[in-house]
Structure formats: C-alpha cells, structure tokens
C-alpha cells in the first residue's frame, strides 16, 4: 500500500537530491537559444519567472551536445566550443528559489531539423515528410560518451540534474520503437537490443557525473503509433530503468511523426498516461513523474495522493500562468483558461505556446491568447532567421565527422 503523499511535499531522489515539492515544468523546447547554441536574456528570465513561481524542478527541453541533430535552431548546444559563462547564468538564475534546474539531453536523429542538419536515424528511412539515413555503428558507440560529456559539463555549470530524452520520436526512442529501428545488429530487433543505447547512455552519464547527481529518463508509454512502441516493450523498459542508476522515470507518449499525434496537441480532461504509470509501478521502485493533460491542481493531487505517481510534470499549464505552483499552494483560484482554437494547422499549438514562452521571458505576456495563424508567422520568421545564424556559426554540419 502506497503512502498518500501530499503535493507541496519534498520528496528525496535515489541520489538524495530532495525535490521541494511534487511539481516539476516538463522538458519544454523554448526556441530562445540565439541561434549560436548559448542562451539569450529572454531564456534566462523565463527560467527565473519559473523558478519564482515556486516548482521543485525545472528541465530545459532538447539541450544538444553536437549541433549536428537538433529539433530546432534555438536549441541550446553544450559541448566543449560552447561559453561556459553563458550557461553558468543560466544555472543560476534558473535554479533561483530552491528549484532544481535541470538540462534534457536531446539528440532528433531522425527527426533532426533539416535545415541544419542531415537527419540520421537507427534505420534510413524515405517516408513523406521523413526522411533519414542510418547511423553506422562506430556512429551510435560514440553517443553514450556525447551524452555523458554534455552532462558532464552541466554539472560543471552548476545545473543540478539532467534528463535523457528518450521519448516523442526523438533519437533513443527512435531506437526503442520498431517503426524507425529496423535494424539487424545488437542495437534492432527485440526490446532488449532496442533498448542497448539507452541503457549504455545512462550508464555513461553516470560514470561521467558521479553518484549524487539527478539522471532522469523521459520514456514513451507508447508512441500512440500502429507499428510503434506499444506499452508492453516500454514496461519492459521500465524494469530495465529499475536496475539501472536513474533517479526518476518520467512517463510520456506520442511521436511527432508525420501526421502522428504529440503529447503537446492533446486536449481531453484529465491526465493521459495514468493508466501505464500504474503498470509501471508495479515494475519499479524508482521515483515515477508523470507529463501530459494536467491541467487542475485536484487532478495534480489525486495522481500524487493516490500514490500512482511521485511526481507530476507541467507544461502548457505552466506557459498559461508560470506561477501556478505557488498559486495552487496559496489555494488560490480560478485554475488557469487555456486557449481553445477552432482550427488548427499541423505544428500550431507548438507554435502558439512557443511564442508566449517569448512573451514571457519579456515579461509581457498579453492576458488574452494572441492569434494563431500570427504565431505559426512568427514561429516560423524567426526559425529561419536562427537557421542563418546557426549555419554562420556551425557551418554545415557535415554530420559524419561528428
Ligand atoms: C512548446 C512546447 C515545446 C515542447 N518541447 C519539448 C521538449 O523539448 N522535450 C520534451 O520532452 N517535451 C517537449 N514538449 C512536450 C511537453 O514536455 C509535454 O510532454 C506535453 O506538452 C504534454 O504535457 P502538457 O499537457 O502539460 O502540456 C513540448 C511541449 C510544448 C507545448
């Protein structure tokens, strides 16, 4: 019988990390790097309007360790070229009020962004809109150490933790699922095999970080995909997770493959993925964060209460009112209003909260939503604006020497 646990409880990580209460901001790709891979004033004050709206925990989505496969060109890149200073600031105001900022280790892979990048994923692909060449071997036994060393140098920076990416279609859930890994070596075919990269990226990271610092994982429930990973494997996964050195398992799904669904699209009532964090539970005595369809602080208490999960992670809710936490523990009301658009184009909702995340690290977001149509414009203008910048800087990727 688990313990009821209340939200506004610490709570202590395997390392012995305590997390001040049981919220966290779930990874959320900002888009405010400036184009060189560092981050910019906005970024900064956006981590500091968090972390003075009272979470425990914070992680900043799709950190790159190469620039090679990046989801966007305003993801950050910390590698041994990146400015130190930059990111020191980061840490610090990021992590201001007791919070725990940590960094998402991301890698697309496949779903690399082309414009910078030549996507590379477990197996080539030439699908609509999708498409990919194989990673060769020697390629795939270097990431644990890109990982590790990206980690390394956020514990250097003085970020508290770390999380790998392992969910949304992204590169190790790209090998965890049979719809991109069709491959016929120890990294393909059954879960144990697909599941070989994570497992050797974490225990890098751990190797490279030491004992004492935090190491999440995100995980597909499933990727809510035909052909895809399905709860079965990714329960598998867990277990694994359970022997591994992590100290928190956060439950996700979805893919952003071409005309899937994402966890950030869905609307709905409650929270999504409930039902597998309670299977998960049942395999493994690791802390468990449970991201996706949060949206009032009794759902937030009933899945924490009823000792389903430890933790729960926030984004959109967050984006609408980035003070909820300490709203939610002054019992003050009512919950946020989250904008509802009649018609919505492919990529739209992403668009329309990145660009309130840009509202407010200027402290000026707007009490009404803007329109969504201005915001994919915007979104859009300024990507390729980063894309300019970042070729300058990067040059072209050539991603085989990487
Ligand atoms: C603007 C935006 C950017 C996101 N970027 C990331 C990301 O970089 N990494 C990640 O794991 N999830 C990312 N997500 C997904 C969220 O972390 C979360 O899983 C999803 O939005 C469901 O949670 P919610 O219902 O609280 O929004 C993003 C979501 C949004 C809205």
């Given at each position: 019988?688990?313990?009821r646990?209340?939200?506004f ?52 989505g ?9 989801e ?10 990146a ?64 990982f ?38 120890e ?21 490279a ?23 079965d ?5 867990a ?65 924490v ?14 984006v ?9 523990q ?7 209003v ?22 407010i ?34 040059g072209?990727n ?5």
């Amino acid at each position: 019988m688990q313990q009821r646990e209340n939200l506004f409880e610490p709570l202590t990580l395997p390392c012995r990390v305590v997390l001040k209460n049981r919220i966290a901001k779930s990874a959320m790709s900002d888009s405010l790097g400036d184009g060189t891979g560092h981050p910019t004033a906005e970024q900064i004050r956006l981590y500091r309007r968090w972390a003075e709206g009272g979470l425990a925990l914070s992680i900043i989505g799709e950190v790159q360790g190469t620039p090679g496969f990046a989801e966007k060109p305003g993801n950050l890149v910390l590698n041994d070229d990146a400015d130190f200073d930059r990111f020191q600031a980061l840490a610090q105001e990021g992590g201001a009020n007791d919070t725990q900022l940590w960094l998402q280790l991301g890698h697309a892979g496949a779903l690399a962004y082309a414009p910078t990048s030549q996507p590379k994923g477990p197996s080539a692909l030439d699908l609509p809109g999708l498409c990919c060449a194989e990673l060769t071997e020697a390629e795939i036994h270097r990431l644990p150490s890109e990982f590790a060393r990206t980690a390394r140098l956020a514990q250097d920076a003085g970020f508290g933790g770390v999380q790998i990416h392992a969910a949304h279609g992204f590169l190790l859930s790209q090998f965890l699922s049979p719809l991109f890994n069709k491959r016929n070596d120890e990294y393909g075919g059954s879960i144990a095999n697909r599941m070989r990269l994570l497992l050797e990226s974490i225990d890098a990271t751990r190797a490279a970080v030491g004992p004492d610092f935090p190491i999440a994982v995100k995980l597909n429930s499933s990727d809510q995909l035909e052909g895809g990973l399905e709860e079965d494997d990714a329960l598998n996964v867990a277990a694994a997770l359970d022997r591994s050195s992590v100290d928190l398992i956060d439950i996700s799904g979805g893919t952003y493959f071409p005309g899937a669904k994402a966890a950030s699209d869905g609307a709905g009532g409650g929270p999504y993925f409930l039902g597998f964090a309670r299977r998960a539970r049942a395999v493994t005595t690791k802390p468990l964060m449970l991201t996706g369809g949060f949206k009032t602080r009794a759902q937030a208490e009933e899945a924490v209460g009823s000792g389903a999960v430890d933790l729960i992670g926030l984004a959109r809710a967050l984006v609408i009112e980035p003070s909820l936490p300490a709203l939610w523990q002054a019992d003050r009301t009512p919950e946020p209003v989250f904008p509802r658009f009649p018609e919505v184009p492919e990529g739209g909702i992403t668009a329309w909260y990145t660009m309130r995340l840009t509202e407010i690290g200027a402290d000026a977001e707007t009490p009404a939503p803007g329109e969504i149509g201005q915001a994919i414009r915007d979104y859009d203008a300024r990507d390729a604006a980063r894309t300019a910048i970042w070729l300058e800087h990067f040059g072209d990727n050539d991603t085989s020497a990487q």
